[in-house]
């Protein structure tokens, strides 16, 4: 199978579902993925080819994941690519010395955080989620990685909603696998 039709099985797998969690939204569910052995596998093969790819002769040195759905995958595709993984959690639960940033999303308001210390210098990093909607997300990681003077690559994405123009807000490269969600629900 060529790499746009795992893309195209992996879009036909995801669930809809409206007005959840609030009216307005059409929520796109990616955990089917999750639940089959075989998808599961072919999501991180095609990051991975990707990656490889567009950062051939590149060491990176982190996949950095979003609380909650990007831990999902992040530390599967850090694995395949021999790379750490750092998560990016919500505010409170991480030890030690941090850096945090608030952040405005497609439906509230929420704070990141990353432990700062043990974080090499000039890290080569990519930044996954599950989705990019406002970039509001997105935006306070690559936020949290620029203060620590990382070097981000790219930012990975399940999915888009390429109508909120959420790139526009983020410091670096955007992949996404598909974007093409009909607007939001009026
Ligand atoms: O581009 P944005 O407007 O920021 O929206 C995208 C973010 O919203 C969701 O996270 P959310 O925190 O809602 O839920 P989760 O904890 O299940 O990941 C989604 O998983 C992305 O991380
Ligand atoms: N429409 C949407 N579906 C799933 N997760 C989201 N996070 C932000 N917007 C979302
Ligand atoms: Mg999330």
Known sequence: MSDSEVIQELKNSLNQYPNFPQEGILFEDFLPIFRSPDLFNKLIQVFKNHI??????????????????????????????????????????????????????????????????????????????????????????????QKVNANILEFIFVMELDFLKGRDKLPAPVYTLFGDQKEALK
Not at 53 to 77: N, Q
Not at 119 to 125: E, F, Y
């Open 52 to 145: 490889e790819k567009k950062f051939a002769s590149v060491k990176i040195d982190y996949v950095v994941g979003l609380e909650a759905r990007g831990f999902l995958f992040a530390p599967t595709l850090a694995l395949a690519l021999n790379a750490g993984f750092i998560p990016v959690r919500k505010q409170g639960k991480l030890p030690g010395k941090t850096v945090s940033a608030t952040f405005q999303k497609e439906y509230g308001e929420d704070v990141f955080e990353i432990q700062s210390e043990d974080i090499k210098t000039n890290a080569n990093v990519i930044i996954v989620d599950d989705i990019l909607a406002t970039g509001g997300s997105a935006g306070a990681a690559g936020n949290l990685f």
